[in-house]
Every structure is written in C-alpha cells, then in structure tokens.
C-alpha cells in the first residue's frame, strides 16, 4: 500500500495533503502522533486502540465553560486565547482554547496546591470535546501521558521519559520500547502493508520507514527551515542512502543549497511548491478586513487617516471595545461587525482584497490562511507578525502605509507586491509539475 506517515496534523501537514490531493495523489494518511484532531479516514495507533473520534458529524467541540470543575470553583475568560479556573479568587488552572472555532476547549492546565504557577497535569480535548489524554508534570518536566478511551478508561500509558509505551488491551498489557515499534505493531495489526511512503519528517516517520525495511521506497517532502549545515539524518541519506529515493523541497533556495553541497547523492532533489491553495482571485477592490479579539490594532487611526480611499473592516466574535466605537464615529471608511458569525466571516473574506495583520494578540480562527486563501494581500509588521506565514512584512505604520498607497495608485504595484508574497520560496508549481516529478 502507498501511504502518508506523517508526524503530526499541522499546518505544514495540512498544506501538503491538500497539494497532493489536487494533483491527483491521494495516499491513505497515517499520523504517528494525535493532538485532538485527524482528517476524514486517515489512521494514528492512539485512535485505532482507543476507539477515540474527532470525527463526529454532530461535534462542536468543548465550550470553556463546560469543563467540569468542584464545587465553588469558577471559570472567567481572560482573552482570546484563554480562561482561568479560579477558587475564591486563587487561580488553579487555565484552559487553552482551541485555534479554530469560538473558546473551544484544546487543553486544561491545573496548577500546584502549593505553587500556583507549576503545572501538574495538563488534560487534552479533542476537536469533538472529548477528553482523550491527560499529561503528567514534575519540576523537572512532562512525564507521562494517559490516553484513555471514549468511556474514560486508560488504554495507552506515554512514558516521556524513558520514551515507552504500554498498550492495556483487554487483559494483555504490550510495552513497546519506543513509539517507533508501536507504530509498526499499529500497522500489524491494521493490516497495513507499506510499499511506498511519503514523509515530511526526519524523525519517527523516517525512523518507521527505516524499521519497515522496504529499501529505498520513501519521498521526504521537506518543510522545515535549513540551516548552513542539513540535519544529520539528512545528510546520511545523502551520502549513504538507505531508505530516501527522493527529497522534495518547498524552497528553491533550499534545494539549491543541497545540490550544492552533495553533487554526487543518488537521492533525487526536486522542488515544488503548494498548489490549490486559491479559492478565487485578488480583484484588486479597496476594501480592508481584520478579525481581531483586542482593539489593541496598531496604526489603525494611521491608515484610516492616511489612506481615507481605503475602506476598512474590522470584525470580532465577540462586542466591541469603547475605543473601536469611537474610532468608528470619527472615520467614515472604517466598519465595525461585532458577535461575527461564520456567514457573515465568510462574506467579509469574499469582498475584501486586502488583509491588514495589524492587531496584537492571537489570531483568531486561522484568519490568516483563510485571507491567504481567499488570495487577499496581506499587510503585517514585525512585532505583530505570525511565524511561517505568507505576507508581507513591514518596519513601521509609515513604510506598512506608503506600501498601501503604492499599490492602491496602480494595479501593476498591486500584483507585484501580491506575486512577491505568493512566491516569496520560490515560483508557483502545477498539477503538471507534481505529476512528472512524482511520476503520477
């Protein structure tokens, strides 16, 4: 079987799914770990043992103030990124909400009776609300994991330490000496006979794809950002491959660099970059958006004054601050949508074409890849900025508005600065390209 074994459900992850769907390849997708969240038919052994499913059609995940707490505790949300869980005024844990949705529970920190800053346990909810792992803590760190199934019985036992696992399955009690052989007992027992494999990891997938003993039967897909020197298990591929056939960079600088450092590898070097990542085109309209949980949104006034052609949106899930109401009554280009819905989210994308990542805080929803989605372009400053996003990047509100002023005065500035945040790695690939440097 030609499969995906991919570490993690990330971003990345996510990205190189969706490009290897458009083109046509669709692979069964295994996942070594689980953070609460698989796509539609994909496998992990944590899930297949517990009988744990994110996927439910009725999900709507865990909302903060359903966590189960004792009596005369309380629950206040604090941000947009998280709520306390307070006794008589004491903080006694915080709970993480998840990136997507609105203050869906992702995970629960309970603090020390004694040090209320020190984490004991950390409780894991999945994307339909279910708590499926709990997380132990001592001063030196993380200790151990609990997976449990949907009746709350433990079911796998983590130990983060020595990096073993038990698997309690029925009356019989597996230990495995490290996730890499309870990855391929997993497969064992899944019926899943590997042919060919697709990674975008140097660390378990790689180390599953070695175990497997299949030859040089796998495709690294990598993501990740390259120092001068490639990461040592690279560089054994390179010189002495063993398992890699092929290593596919989403940088062309990237795969210019290896090229140049081992001329002589066996291993193919390719690139490609995401493709079908666009819902629709940038039609160079005026219109700004930002979704924002703070009015803490840097130079606003600044561009609304400077640029009064320039309509902006600005959108929260929840009521708006004073001051935004303010703002709003001084500045006729400036709209405020409070309590937004995902309708009227979705319409605000569809007739803006520019993105202004300017606000403090958390972004709210995955907001910026839906604006890149939606090919908007997207204005951001340094100290606001998200790592590993495409937008483009400015000193201070006057270079961030000069730049604005640059493409509303001419479509040709507009594209170009659009083109160059698009391919800021490199150009765009096809379906095409995938197909000829996958041999699909």
Known sequence: MQVNIFDRYNKPTKKLIHS???????????????????????LNPFTYFTGVDDDLEDHNGLFFNQIKVP??????????GSANIEYFKNVVGKIHYRAEGYRLVDTVDWYSAENHQSVVKKDRYNLAGQHYATTYFSFKGAYQTDYYNVTGKLIIREDLVHRSLRLYNQKTV??????????????????????DIYINSLSFPLFISRKLEIGQATTLFWQEALGQEVPGNMMHELEDPKTLKQIIFMSESQLDQVEQQYPKTSVALNYLSPIGEFTRANRFRMRGFILTN????????????????????????????TKLLHMAEEFNNLTLVPSINEETLNQELEQSDIYLDINYGVKVDHILD???QQHMIIFSYKEVTQKDTNTLIFDDTRDLC??????????????????????????????????????L
């Open 20 to 42: 290897l769907t458009t083109a046509g390849n669709e692979r069964k997708n295994l996942f070594v770990h689980y953070d609460g969240e698989l796509p539609k038919e994909s």
């Open 71 to 80: 009596e005369f505790y309380a629950i206040r949300h604090i941000d947009g």
């Open 174 to 195: 597996y230990h495995f000496d490290n996730l890499t052989q309870f990855f391929v007992y997993f497969l064992k027992m899944a019926k899943i006979k590997v042919s």
């Open 294 to 321: 703070s009015d803490n949104i840097h130079g606003l006034r600044d561009v609304l004054m400077t640029l009064p052609e320039l309509k902006i949106t600005v959108a929260a899930y929840t009521n708006m601050s």
């Open 370 to 372: 839906r604006a890149y």
């Open 402 to 439: 000069n730049n604005l002023s640059y493409i509303l005065t001419d479509r040709t500035n507009w594209q170009r600065l659009l083109t160059k945040m698009v391919e800021k790695d490199g150009h765009l690939s096809t379906i095409l390209d995938y197909q000829s440097v996958l041999d």
